[in-house]
């Protein structure tokens, strides 16, 4: 199964995922054009300089990122160094290979491959140094405990409020106590499983439901919820408590301080292999231009935790947003739609 592993499993990073790409395209571009900077004599001709270095640059750039996104696997199963290694020589074959294009077609000087592979494979080291020092960084007891607390958040007030409501139907509705109880014990279940594990869209959906059960014993008709599910795959595998942190967010600050009854809906959809969650509520005296309603602490950190979250398991694959329109608050999470996990 996938797990937040797959951001530090190996020293070499993920070359299918969308951060490292963009990081690594930003890297080397700017390195083109710190040295049109540096080897240009007048203050307009670095223009000119960086687009050609861009013009030798971009084609082994491409080429070498769709071939190590297409081995990814196979460079994993190696060992780091001997890993690193082979991407240190596809880069020297590759840079060889473009250079010798180059000059069949009479656009470059002879002489020049040596120069031209020793920079193309120095650039490459530091980029796979800088991976590697990444990925130090976030080593997996480091990211599982900082997951750990970022998970450990569901509000003590919640906790007494569902004990009390419990309470009160020991004598009046046994059963419904005894379901109460046993919502309960699920809902603090899942907040002690194993963090670093995805876990299934259908689980996520069953814990969400059960903690809104939970409230409406104690909220009434003040709650009402509307469900809007697309049929998904079985196997989607999303965050753990990626849903319920949302929908107590939107009880406690949509739903709770007002004397109103209120709504929330829960919208699920799957659009270009893209998981959109959506989970509006309404406001009490909400506007257009408000920041995220501060009626009570802790909403920005809710938010923020969530978005941490979605970094840990996605890097810069998700996204989340939020605001106010019409009166409702929207908060709206997209992340990649994995059906099933891999492991090395």
Same mark, same amino acid.
């Given at each position: 199964?996938?797990?937040?592993?797959?951001?530090?499993?190996? @020293?070499?990073p993920d070359?299918?995922?969308?951060g490292?790409?963009?990081r690594?395209l930003?890297?080397v571009?700017?390195?083109?054009?710190?040295?049109?900077?540096?080897?240009?004599?007048?203050p307009?001709?670095?223009?000119?300089?960086f687009?050609?270095n861009?013009? *030798?640059v971009?084609?082994?750039?491409l080429?070498? @990122?769709?071939?190590?996104?297409l081995?990814?696997?196979?460079l994993? =199963?190696?060992?780091p160094r001997?890993g690193?290694?082979?991407?240190?020589? !596809?880069?020297?074959?590759?840079?060889?290979f473009?250079?010798?294009s180059?000059?069949?077609?009479?656009?470059?000087?002879?002489?020049? &491959?040596?120069? /031209?592979?020793?920079?193309? /494979?120095?650039?490459?080291?530091?980029l796979l140094?800088?991976?590697?020092?990444? #990925?130090?960084?976030?080593?997996?007891?480091l990211?599982e405990? =900082?997951?750990a607390?970022?998970?450990? =958040?569901?509000?003590p007030?919640?906790?007494?409020?569902?004990?009390?409501?419990?309470?009160?139907?020991?004598?009046?509705? %046994?059963?419904?106590?005894?379901?109460?109880?046993?919502?309960?014990s699920?809902l603090?279940?899942?907040?002690? +499983?194993?963090?670093?594990? @995805?876990?299934?869209?259908?689980?996520?959906i069953?814990?969400?439901?059960q903690?809104?059960e939970?409230e +409406?014993?104690?909220l009434?008709?003040?709650?009402?919820v509307? *469900?809007?599910?697309?049929?998904?795959p079985?196997?989607?595998?999303?965050?753990?408590?990626?849903?319920? %942190?949302?929908?107590?967010?939107?009880v406690?600050?949509?739903?709770e301080?007002?004397?109103? #009854?209120?709504?929330?809906? !829960?919208?699920?959809?799957?659009?270009?292999?893209?998981?959109?969650?959506?989970?509006i509520?309404t406001?009490?005296d909400?506007?257009?231009?408000?920041e %995220?309603?501060?009626v009570r602490?802790?909403?920005?950190?809710?938010?923020e935790?969530i =978005?941490?979250?979605?970094a840990?398991?996605?890097?810069m694959?998700?996204?989340?947003?939020y605001? !106010? +329109?019409?009166?409702?608050?929207?908060?709206?999470?997209?992340c990649p739609?994995? &059906?099933?996990?891999?492991?090395?």
């Amino acid at each position: 199964m996938e797990s937040i592993r797959q951001n530090t499993r190996h @020293l070499l990073p993920d070359w299918r995922n969308q951060g490292v790409i963009w990081r690594i395209l930003i890297s080397v571009n700017l390195l083109a054009l710190g040295a049109a900077l540096v080897g240009t004599r007048t203050p307009t001709g670095w223009l000119v300089t960086f687009m050609e270095n861009a013009a *030798w640059v971009e084609p082994l750039l491409l080429a070498n @990122l769709i071939f190590l996104a297409l081995a990814r696997d196979a460079l994993w =199963r190696c060992p780091p160094r001997l890993g690193q290694g082979i991407v240190l020589l !596809v880069v020297a074959v590759s840079a060889i290979f473009l250079q010798d294009s180059w000059r069949f077609l009479g656009l470059t000087q002879d002489g020049l &491959t040596w120069r /031209v592979v020793l920079l193309a /494979v120095a650039c490459a080291a530091l980029l796979l140094y800088y991976f590697e020092l990444r #990925a130090q960084a976030l080593l997996p007891y480091l990211a599982e405990a =900082r997951l750990a607390a970022l998970n450990a =958040r569901i509000r003590p007030h919640f906790l007494f409020n569902a004990l009390n409501t419990v309470i009160a139907l020991i004598r009046s509705n %046994p059963r419904g106590a005894e379901n109460a109880l046993e919502s309960l014990s699920d809902l603090f279940r899942a907040l002690l +499983k194993n963090t670093r594990e @995805l876990t299934s869209l259908s689980a996520e959906i069953a814990l969400g439901r059960q903690y809104l059960e939970l409230e +409406k014993l104690r909220l009434g008709e003040r709650l009402h919820v509307h *469900w809007e599910i697309e049929v998904l795959p079985q196997d989607t595998q999303v965050p753990p408590l990626m849903l319920q %942190p949302l929908l107590e967010n939107a009880v406690y600050h949509g739903i709770e301080p007002s004397a109103q #009854a209120g709504e929330i809906q !829960v919208r699920m959809d799957m659009k270009n292999d893209r998981l959109r969650l959506e989970v509006i509520n309404t406001l009490e005296d909400a506007n257009e231009h408000a920041e %995220p309603p501060e009626v009570r602490p802790g909403n920005r950190m809710a938010l923020e935790n969530i =978005r941490q979250r979605l970094a840990l398991y996605y890097d810069m694959e998700a996204t989340l947003e939020y605001g !106010v +329109k019409n009166g409702l608050y929207r908060v709206c999470v997209e992340c990649p739609c994995r &059906t099933h996990g891999f492991s090395v």
